[in-house]
């Protein structure tokens, strides 16, 4: 492959994903979490919070605009948790604080979600984050990000689903499935054409210890991959045919911790052929997510797959010639006109964020946009 001149099939892309993307969350400027925690210490009202919170994002889009990036979000700047927030917005789901925390590989996540009663999405959950998104893009595209709605059940799974409300989990399964088409519907008819759900516990089914995990508290972990799949299908049916619904896998991302750890292949063959997705921004930075071996499951065709080579959880930055000849492996077993670059996950999937900072962070969305320029010819 050559490093300056792509062929003729693999040019920069008119729609998305583009060759250079990201996966979405963004380094809190300082000026936020200083207003952030006065908010919570009850020492500045919504209002003030609001403004602050528009005028970083503002400064967010322009900066991904300068740099050359197709598609641009919010950086999830109005939110704490990349999932929670949005979730607990359904009727029926709640945030609360566990004796028994979430244990990452070398931090603990102190809130969960349970759910109280029937699921039912009766208001709208975030469509004001991506309508101040879209009205303020100039040459990007608006990219709303969400979790993938696996992410009521995986964390506490049936002890966590009240039984009065659920006491079987089909109901549970099906009115998910509603709920979540009824936000997709709202983000649809607000204008948004390029839609993003965050699926960690998918790659999770990757891992011997988070499989044992769901087993040794009596989940019936055996068809869970179809059944979330089946669930997905069912919160993306109905969507526009110009909304591109891409899916990020990753194996947890807390203050540059991890959880899970496996390859893709266990998963991969209903992952790309049975759910109804556009394209896949997959966590390929370490040797945790195993080869490329999986993407020779990726229908020949329309499908992308990102692939996130840079990592988002360390400020150091890869080479060009590194990545490219990550790429040019990938292309062995998917055609590079199905490829783009991106960091594998986002850089603060929690308003903490990673152990980076905000240049190191510019800089490797800059180094995406530069190899991709010279790998496909643009971006």
Do not use: M
């Given at each position: 492959m050559s490093a300056s001149i792509a062929p003729p099939a693999a040019r920069a892309r008119t729609s998305p994903p583009f060759r250079a993307d990201h996966v979405g969350s963004l380094l809190r400027p300082p000026r936020l979490a200083e207003a952030r925690a006065a908010h919570k210490a009850g020492r500045l009202d919504d209002a003030a919070l609001r403004s602050v919170e528009d005028d970083c994002i503002i400064a967010a889009i322009a900066?991904?605009?300068?740099?050359?990036?197709?598609a641009a979000t919010d950086g999830e700047y109005r939110r704490a948790y990349w999932h929670y927030d949005f979730v607990a917005g359904l009727d029926g789901v709640q945030i609360y604080e566990p004796e028994q925390k979430v244990a990452f590989k070398g931090a603990i996540l102190p809130h969960a979600l349970r759910v109280t009663g029937p699921i039912r999405y009766t208001h709208p959950i975030m469509l004001d984050?991506?309508?101040?998104?879209?009205?303020?893009?100039?040459?990007?595209?608006?990219?709303?990000?969400?979790?993938?709605?696996?992410?009521?059940?995986?964390?506490?799974?049936?002890?966590?689903?009240?039984?009065?409300?659920?006491?079987?989990?089909?109901?549970?399964?099906?009115?998910?499935?509603?709920?979540?088409?009824?936000?997709?519907?709202?983000?649809?008819a607000a204008g948004c054409r390029y839609l993003q759900l965050d699926e960690?516990?998918?790659?999770?089914?990757?891992?011997?210890?988070?499989?044992?995990?769901l087993v040794a508290r009596g989940e019936h972990a055996e068809g869970l991959l179809d059944r979330y799949a089946a669930l997905i299908n069912h919160a993306i049916a109905g969507r526009p045919a110009d909304m591109t619904i891409s899916m990020h896998l990753c194996r947890g991302n807390f203050r540059s911790t991890w959880v899970a750890s496996g390859g893709y292949e266990p998963v991969a063959e209903t992952l790309f052929n049975k759910i109804d997705a556009d394209a896949y921004f997959m966590e390929y930075d370490s040797d945790r997510a195993g080869g490329f071996e999986p993407l020779r499951f990726v229908p020949r065709g329309n499908k992308i797959v990102?692939?996130?080579?840079?990592?988002?959880?360390?400020?150091?930055?890869?080479?060009?010639?590194?990545?490219?000849?990550?790429?040019?492996?990938?292309?062995?077993?998917?055609?590079?006109?199905?490829?783009?670059?991106?960091?594998?996950?986002?850089?603060?999937?929690?308003?903490?964020?990673?152990?980076?900072?905000?240049?190191?962070?510019?800089?490797?969305?800059?180094?995406?946009?530069e190899v991709a320029q010279e790998v496909w010819g643009g971006v």
């Open positions: 900066q991904q605009e300068a740099i050359g990036l197709r984050h991506y309508r101040f998104l879209a009205g303020h893009v100039k040459t990007a595209v608006a990219k709303q990000t969400i979790p993938s709605p696996s992410v009521v059940h995986f964390r506490g799974g049936r002890d966590a689903i009240d039984r009065a409300a659920y006491p079987d989990l089909d109901r549970f399964f099906a009115d998910l499935g509603v709920a979540y088409r009824g936000a997709i519907g709202d983000f649809a960690v516990y998918i790659a999770y089914l990757c891992d011997p210890e988070q499989i044992a995990g990102v692939l996130g080579l840079v990592t988002s959880k360390t400020g150091a930055l890869e080479s060009k010639d590194e990545l490219k000849r990550r790429i040019d492996a990938a292309s062995k077993y998917l055609p590079l006109e199905q490829l783009a670059l991106s960091p594998q996950c986002g850089f603060a999937s929690t308003e903490e964020g990673n152990t980076l900072s905000e240049a190191q962070q510019w800089d490797k969305l800059r180094l995406c946009v």
